[in-house]
């Protein structure tokens, strides 16, 4: 069977909301949020976390939402900052989706089948998913992540 995890972004594994002044920011189509994040977990921990579900088969997906009404300048700017944050904090992602804020996250994965296992802060998000189950972001994701290791 096919496992697949999906990781949002913001707030659960980049502390974007952290960032001061992100709202204005925004506002001003200004992507210093995305780009100066702080991780929101150890990332070396979550990184050799998920070396080992990938080798037990697990596909890693990031599915993250644009801003809200942002415009087709600010969102490819918008993905280039959020595609570098990974980069530079060496997260192994498979796959990825930035979509427009609001899109149906397991829109993203379905064709994947299988199960997967939601990796979000967003609790409305989290109540929607359908396609397996879900990790709350606010609570200890390693410790969450390290039991699908005996999946």
Known sequence: M?????????????????VEGWLDDLHASNPRPYEIAKPLVDMTILNELLELLKAQGWIICVTSWLANGSSKEFDKLVRIAKRNWLTKYNFPYDEIHLVKYGT???????????????????????????????????????SALAELLEF
């Open 104 to 142: 149906t996250k397991a829109d993203c994965t379905r064709n994947k089948k299988g199960y997967q296992v939601l990796v979000d802060d967003n609790e409305k998000v989290r109540k929607g998913w359908s396609l397996g189950h879900t990790i709350n972001a606010n609570e200890d994701i390693l």
């Open 2 to 18: 096919k496992k697949v995890i999906v990781f949002d972004m913001d707030g659960t594994i980049a502390d974007f909301y952290g």
